[in-house]
């Protein structure tokens, strides 16, 4: 649904495809090679679900007249509401040579810019017309009851939502698929988003590859930490013992010394006595 405003028009998803098959009266398939389809066009109404009343055009609210809540005034407005299109975009396709999904060519019109103002339930009428066939026939003073329309088909019922109502986008069809890598400009909606946000909800940390600058600076940076620690204690046993050795030249001395020093203090406390 795109409403009666300018922006966000959103196209019927998928976009409405229709196949072109000629055949001959007695009912044998004609070649897709062999069709002349350079002035084949196909035209797409909008139609009511039951296919009995045309909806290509409606009323535009903003052209209804309010209803006052003042005073009654002597003038009225003697305009009828405004009728709009209610089938908005590109309702004429031309006829491409296109292979399908499955490799099968074939001629196909594409309307990938169909949108709908109002909600509701509808369906497309399509009319096909060979300009081409037309002039010769005009042309040769051959008339035909029918007008300009060869052919007439109608898609099956579709619903159209409202913002508020709408369920969400459904994944690109493999016809839509294989027509955009054609070059025919199908907007597609991929999946790589939803499966990376899979992948790293499910990733186990554990396999995380570590970044070639991280690796290389963390070993570097342990293994030094490990060496100046190795050096420390090496430097610290041989102080220890260099020191020892120099204390054991000296021990008779000490002794000597600390002897003296109780015997002076022995004969004190008998001279205080």
């Known amino acids: 649904m795109c409403g009666f405003g ?7 998803d998928p976009p409405p495809v ?12 004609v070649p897709e090679s062999s069709v002349d389809h350079s002035m084949m066009i196909v035209h797409a109404g909008l139609w009511s679900e039951n296919r009995t009343e045309e909806r290509s055009l409606v009323i535009n609210p903003s052209s209804i007249p309010t209803q006052s809540t003042g005073p ?17 975009g590109h309702c004429t396709s031309s006829a491409y040579v296109l292979n399908n999904n499955l490799g099968q060519q074939g001629i196909y019109f594409i309307f990938q810019d169909l949108s709908v103002r ?9 009319s096909f017309c060979d300009v081409k066939g037309l002039l010769v026939r ?7 009851s029918r007008g300009s329309v060869a052919a007439e088909v109608y898609s099956a019922p579709f619903k159209v ?10 994944e690109s069809t493999a016809l839509s698929k294989a027509f955009a890598k054609q070059g025919i400009k199908i907007p ?9 946000t899979n992948n790293e909800e499910t990733r186990d ?44 030249d000296d021990d008779t001395d000490t002794v000597r010394d600390s002897e003296e020093g109780k015997g002076k203090s022995a004969e004190k406390r008998r001279r205080k006595s």
């Open 6 to 12: 300018d922006k966000d028009r959103r196209p019927i």
């Open 18 to 29: 229709v196949r072109l098959l000629v055949s001959t009266a007695d009912g044998t398939p």
């Open 72 to 88: 009654s005034s002597t003038v009225m407005s003697l305009n009828a509401p405004s009728c709009t299109r209610n089938l908005m």
């Open 118 to 126: 109002t909600e509701g339930t509808f369906t497309l009428k399509f």
């Open 138 to 144: 005009s042309l040769s003073g051959y008339t035909n």
């Open 161 to 170: 939502y409202s913002a508020k109502k709408f369920p969400g986008m459904t």
């Open 188 to 196: 597609i909606r991929k999946e790589t988003r939803y499966r990376k």
């Open 205 to 248: 940390p554990t396999n995380e590859e570590v970044p070639e600058s991280s690796s290389s600076a963390l070993p570097t940076s342990t293994i030094s930490d490990s060496k100046v620690s190795e050096t420390t204690v090496e430097s610290t046993g041989n102080d220890e013992k260099r020191n020892h050795h120099d204390l054991s």
